[in-house]
């Protein structure tokens, strides 16, 4: 049984004294969940968890039938992994928006993965930004699948305007997993990037979500 285990190797009191960037994915669950069920002690049914998903962020994708398929687990916890996603999710923006100027490609990176990655459907969004670039908001627009006929400019062009921005990153996800530009990727962000050129908009950056991975159009010189 867990309460029979070594102090250190618990949990809750590994965490304390060690932080919890010191245990694993399934350490981190047991918390979450906080109790077993028959036969398993709580890091078990963790475990368990992670191996019928695949891995902790297959784990928060999960849908509601499939997660409550899991011997202990039923509609309150799903309720609790969907709230603390969206609290992260929130937490991130508004570190985003309250923080520094984004000087560096790691923290669009790291705010749009949070955002994008748990989407099942592709999502075209757009970061904000204003003559610093601070962040003034972040905005999704289009949802499906993404072409350049499905991405209008002019709905950019007036979220823009609308929100008094002076520059923008584009984002979108890649549901597939696969962090690379399409032909229909670049085709979008020329026309975004010749029609908010128009109204003196810059778009500094078009990113593409992809799991974990995070492709930028300007690091690889495509902007």
Known sequence: MLKDWPIMEKPREKLLSLGAQSLSDAELLAIFLRTGVKGSNVV?????????????????????HDFCQINGLGNAKYVQLQACLEMVKRCLGEELINGDALTSSQASKAFLIGQLRHEHREVFAVLLLDTQHQVIAFEKLFYGTLNAAAVYPRVVVETAIRKHANAVILAHNHPSGIAEASMADKQITNRLTQALALVDITVLDHMIVAGHQCYSFAEHGLL
Request: charged share 10%; no cysteine.
């Open 44 to 64: 078990e049914l963790s475990r368990q968890l992670l191996l019928t998903f695949g891995s902790l962020s297959a784990v928060f994708q999960a849908s509601q």
